[in-house]
């Protein structure tokens, strides 16, 4: 069974500093979603990772995927306020699976 | 391009009462999840259907919770009789993509039994 795991759980940001969100999932699988929830709305699709080595960037969001280590990364330059909300990543196996999510607040 | 359209966006309810909710997927996507968030966590997947047919109902509670999309475009999702453990989130979502692939959220019906 897929199981796919998020750390950290909460990240509480400074602004104008970089970070790194990881996500490892248990069984292979070379397609890898995230998705940006804000409080009380629905999920909005950020970046689609379809092969080992995809690298997707938009903004201040970078996303990558390692298949080869189950692991996929979204990396945050110079954080800003509207970045705060909830992130998810999302693994294809038989079905889409979701990790848990990452709280993400930035402060001033 | 209009989005994922669900309703009622808030029920609340007393337990043993039934309650259902709606979703109209974006136009021209023949497959249409249904998922169960709970607070602080991600989606669960329920129900999947690839235009009429449910495809993967393994997680759907069946004693419960029954679902239907009978023209293939969009979906009811039911509960009857309602749980306190039943309160959460139910997220519509659409792709047009038979392999799971991007999905797209409706705003979800939050539900409160009480």
């Known amino acids: 069974e897929l199981k796919v795991e998020q750390n950290p759980l909460f990240l509480s940001m400074q602004e104008g500093k970089n970070y790194t969100i990881y996500c490892n999932y248990s069984?292979?699988?070379?397609?890898l979603y995230w998705y940006r929830q804000d409080p009380g709305k629905s999920l909005e699709s950020l970046f689609v990772l379809l092969s080992n080595g995809a690298v997707k960037q938009e903004g201040r969001l970078m996303a990558s995927l390692d298949t080869k280590a189950r692991l996929s990364t979204l990396h945050i330059t110079a954080a800003v306020h509207d970045l705060s909300a909830t992130y998810f990543c999302a693994v294809d196996g038989d079905k889409l699976v979701f990790g848990a999510g990452t709280i993400l607040r930035v402060k001033s | 391009e209009a989005g994922v359209v669900q309703s009622p966006r808030y029920k609340i309810i007393e337990k043993k009462q039934p309650v259902a909710f709606w979703c109209n997927p974006i136009?021209?996507?023949?497959?249409l999840y249904w998922y169960l968030q709970n607070l602080g966590q991600g989606p669960e997947l329920l129900i999947r259907y690839e235009n009429e047919e449910a495809v993967d109902d393994s997680q759907l509670p069946k004693d419960r919770f029954s679902a239907e999309r009978l023209k293939g475009v969009d979906s009811t999702l039911k509960i009857q009789p309602a749980e306190l453990g039943d309160s959460a989130v139910y997220l519509c979502?659409?792709?047009?993509?038979?392999?799971?692939?991007?999905?797209?959220f409706g705003e979800g019906s939050r539900l409160t039994v009480l």
């Open positions: 069984t292979t699988s070379d397609r």
């Open positions: 979502a659409s792709s047009p993509h038979r392999d799971p692939g991007e999905l797209f």
């Open positions: 136009s021209g996507h023949n497959t």
